[in-house]
C-alpha cells in the first residue's frame, strides 16, 4: 500500500525523533546562541494557506530540536528533572494516535483500565493501604491541590460543613501545619483552595531540612499536617513514622508531598527513610521525575477513596452515575477532559518491573554519591548527608560558587543549577535520568572539577 502523506509524517516525526535521542546524549546540555537566535524565525504572522503535516514536522525539527536543552540525555542535573525510558516515549506516540480523552470509561475504555492496573501497581508498590484512591493530574503541583482539597473535605464533612457546596465562607476554621521546609506548590496548593499561604504554622526544621518532632505543635481533629519524602535540596525526609502516630491519635490529616522521594519507598534498601509514610492519608507524586516518563505527568492517592471522589466529583449527575462500571477516572481529579496520561505510567513499571524500579533507584543515588565522593576528595564542602539522589555542594565563598555554576552551565558539558541552604550559597545536583552512566558521571565530575579550579584560581590567585 501507497503511503498516505499522514503515514510519511508520522514516519518521518518517528525518524527524527530517534535522530535526535541519538544526539541529545553528546551535544551540549543547554541550546546554543545560534539555536536561540533562530526561534525568531518562527515569530512570522500565521500564514494564510498552511502547511502539509511533513512541512511542519520538519519546521518543527530542524528549529525545535537544537533549541531544547538536554535534559533527555545523561547529564543533566538541574532542578529534580528525569528523561523519559523510551518504552514511554513509543508508549506516548501511539497514545497520541489513540487521541483518548481519559475522562470517562466509556470515552476510552484502555486509558481507564490502564489507569486501575497502574494504580494497584503503585499503590502496592508504594506499600499504602490497599484500596487507597488515586488519580492522574500533571504533577506533583496538581497532585497537592487534589489531595489537599481531600483533606479539606474530609476535615470539614467530620464538622457537618459541606464545602463543595457552601464555599468557606463561615467554615469551621482549619489549621495547616508545615515545615520550614515545605515546597512552594504546596503553599500554592493552599493558597488556591483558600487556606491561605500565610496562615499555616510552620514546624523548624534540622540541619538536614527535617520536621522537628520535638518543635511540633499539638494536633488535632481540624488539623492538615504536610510532610515531605524528599526534600528538595537535600533529599531528606521529614520523620513519618512519629508523626503519623501521633496525627492519627490526634484524628489530624497527614499529607504527603513525595514528588520524587516517594519511590524511594519502593526500594527495599531503603526502608530506614521511608518508614512510616504509608501511615499517612494523602500523598502526591510525580510520573515525570523519577520514575522517568514524559511530561506531564502526576498522581495523587488518598487512603479514603470517598473522600477524593465527594472533592473532585463535578456534579450530583456524576455522583448519580455511581461506579457501577468501574472507577470513573473524572471523579478522581479536577480536569474532565484530558491526556491518557496512566498510558506511559504502566508503560514504565512493566518495562522497568519491580527490579528495574528498585535499580533505578539505586543506580541515580550511586551517582549521586559518586559526586559527593569526588567533590568532597578535591576539597569542596559537601553541604546535605547524601541519603538519596541530591547533593548539594560549595566551592568556596557564594561568588565563587555561583561563579563555578556559571562556568559549567557555559560549558555545556553537564548542567546543574545553584540553592541557597540554611544560609550558604550552593550548587545542586539531582540524578534523577534513566540514562545517566557511569561514564557521564565521570565526563561531569571532570567538568566540575575544572570549572572550579579555574575558578578559584582566578579568584585567589595566591594560592
Ligand atoms: C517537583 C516538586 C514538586 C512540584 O512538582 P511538579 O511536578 O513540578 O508540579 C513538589 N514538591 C516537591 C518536593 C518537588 O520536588
Known amino acids: 500500500m501507497e503511503p498516505t502523506p499522514a503515514d510519511r509524517a508520522l514516519r518521518e516525526a518517528a525518524d527524527r525523533a530517534i535522530a535526535y535521542l541519538h544526539s541529545v546524549r553528546d551535544r551540549p546540555v543547554t541550546a546554543s546562541p545560534e539555536a536561540l537566535r533562530r526561534l525568531d524565525d518562527l515569530r512570522h504572522p500565521l500564514p494564510q494557506s498552511g502547511l502539509d503535516a511533513s512541512a511542519v514536522i520538519s519546521r518543527l525539527d530542524e528549529i525545535g530540536s537544537p533549541a531544547t536543552t538536554a535534559t533527555a540525555g545523561g547529564r543533566y542535573f538541574g532542578l529534580v528533572i528525569g528523561g523519559a525510558l523510551p518504552a514511554t516515549v513509543a508508549a506516548s506516540w501511539l497514545a497520541a494516535a489513540w487521541d483518548q480523552n481519559a475522562c470517562f470509561r466509556a470515552t476510552s475504555p484502555i486509558a481507564a483500565t490502564l489507569e486501575d492496573v497502574a494504580l494497584t501497581w503503585l499503590i502496592d508498590l508504594f506499600g499504602l493501604p490497599s484500596g487507597t484512591a488515586g488519580g492522574f493530574v500533571t504533577g506533583a503541583s496538581m497532585a497537592n491541590v487534589t489531595a489537599l482539597a481531600a483533606a479539606r473535605h474530609a476535615i470539614l464533612a467530620r464538622q457537618g460543613w459541606d464545602v463543595e ?8 476554621e482549619l489549621r495547616v501545619i508545615v515545615s520550614d521546609e515545605v515546597h512552594v506548590t504546596v503553599l500554592k496548593a493552599l ?5 491561605g ?3 499555616v504554622i510552620r514546624v523548624p526544621t534540622d540541619t538536614q531540612g527535617r520536621m522537628r518532632i520535638d518543635a511540633l505543635p499539638a494536633l488535632d481533629d481540624h488539623t492538615i499536617l504536610c510532610i515531605q519524602a524528599g526534600n528538595v535540596n537535600t533529599g531528606a525526609f521529614d520523620p513519618a513514622a512519629e508523626i503519623c502516630l501521633r496525627a492519627k491519635k490526634a484524628g489530624a490529616w497527614v499529607h504527603v508531598d513525595g514528588a520524587f522521594g516517594l519511590w524511594a519507598i519502593a526500594n527495599p534498601a531503603m526502608t530506614a527513610i521511608s518508614a512510616g509514610f504509608a501511615e499517612a492519608d494523602s500523598w502526591a507524586t510525580d510520573g515525570h521525575k523519577w ?4 511530561y506531564d505527568s502526576g498522581i495523587v492517592f488518598v487512603r479514603n477513596p470517598a473522600d477524593l471522589r465527594e472533592a473532585m466529583a463535578a456534579t450530583a449527575v456524576y455522583h448519580a452515575q455511581g461506579e457501577a462500571g468501574g472507577r470513573e477516572p473524572a471523579h478522581y481529579t479536577p480536569e474532565s477532559s484530558r491526556r491518557a496520561r496512566g498510558v506511559e505510567i504502566w508503560a514504565a513499571l512493566l518495562n522497568l518491573g519491580r527490579d528495574g524500579i528498585s535499580d533505578l533507584i539505586d543506580r541515580t543515588c550511586r551517582h549521586a554519591r559518586a559526586f559527593a565522593q569526588a567533590l568532597q576528595d578535591e576539597g569542596y564542602d559537601i553541604l546535605n548527608d547524601v541519603v538519596l539522589n541530591q547533593v548539594l555542594v560549595s566551592f568556596g ?3 565563587e560558587t555561583r561563579a563555578v ?7 555545556g558539558i553537564c548542567w546543574c543549577g545553584g540553592t541557597v541552604w540554611q544560609g550558604r550559597t550552593a550548587m545542586r545536583i539531582s540524578v534523577c535520568n534513566w540514562s545517566t552512566t557511569d561514564a557521564d558521571v565521570q565526563m561531569s565530575i571532570a567538568a566540575m572539577l575544572s570549572a572550579g579550579r579555574q575558578v578559584v584560581s582566578t579568584s585567589r590567585p595566591g594560592t
Open 165 to 172: 457546596a457552601k464555599g468557606l465562607y463561615g467554615a469551621p
Open 191 to 195: 493558597s488556591l483552595l483558600g487556606l
Open 197 to 199: 499561604r500565610d496562615r
Open 291 to 294: 520514575l522517568n516518563v514524559p
Open 397 to 399: 565563598s557564594p561568588e
Open 405 to 411: 555554576i556559571a562556568r559549567i552551565q557555559a560549558d
